[in-house]
């Protein structure tokens, strides 16, 4: 079973900063990752999957890089609307545990 | 508009059950693999189970394996998640997600909707 593993699990930033989020596999995946962006009371939002390809309306600011099991979330310039809780995921299975951005 | 919308959650004691359903509109939902993914209290997300466009095929995290039926009605464009035996542990909001070309990532998801599972 393939375990997937988010650093921090919590981060304050400030809006206009650059951020970067990890997710570590246990074993390969490949390219085959997500990034979702989930606000309280609302549904997820796809961001980024096949560890790089940024999702239909999503932002340039929002990007990801990785393959084998070190992957990457990068959010060029914070804004308001970024602060949330961020999961990684692999084929389907398994989300990571996610790192909450928070307001510093 | 191209949404999905979750109804069906509540109260329920331990051991009861409950039927959640999923209403989808906005695209051809017949040809999409669904799944149900939910989010426990405090806890991140959990894939639950997923069904594939024609339900031929399904499958189930090992925390619901026989207590939870997925199904669809690609006529009446829904779907739905029958849960037996339900445990408190089963607390938590469910989501249902559409799954891009079988690829494992899910482009739509609804709102949610709560199951509280207690005496």
């Known amino acids: 079973e393939i375990v997937m593993m988010q650093s921090p699990a919590t981060l304050s930033v400030s809006p206009g900063e650059r951020v970067t989020l990890s997710c570590r596999a246990s074993q390969s995946v490949s390219s085959n990752l997500a990034w979702y962006q989930h606000k309280p009371g609302q549904a997820p939002r796809l961001l980024i999957y096949l560890a790089s390809t940024r999702a239909t309306g999503i932002p340039a600011r929002f990007s990801g890089s990785g393959s084998g099991t070190e992957f990457t979330l990068t959010i060029s310039s914070l804004q308001s609307e970024d602060f949330a809780v961020y999961y990684c995921q692999h084929a389907r299975y398994t989300f990571g545990q996610g790192t909450k951005l928070e307001i510093k | 508009e191209v949404q999905l919308v979750e109804s069906g959650g509540g109260l329920v004691q331990p051991g009861g059950s409950l039927r959640l359903s999923c209403a989808a509109s906005g695209f051809i939902f017949s040809t999409d693999t669904m799944n149900w993914v939910r989010q426990a209290p405090g806890k991140g997300l959990e894939w639950v189970s997923y069904i594939s466009y024609s339900s031929g095929t399904v499958d189930y995290a090992d925390s619901v394996k026989g207590r939870f039926t997925i199904s669809r009605d690609n006529a009446e464009t829904s779907l739905s998640l029958q849960m037996n035996s339900l445990r408190d542990e089963d607390t938590a909001i469910y989501y249902c997600?559409?799954?891009?070309?079988?690829?494992?990532?899910?482009?739509?998801w609804g709102r949610g909707t709560l199951v509280t599972v207690s005496s």
């Open positions: 997600a559409r799954e891009v070309d079988v690829s494992g990532y899910f482009d739509l």
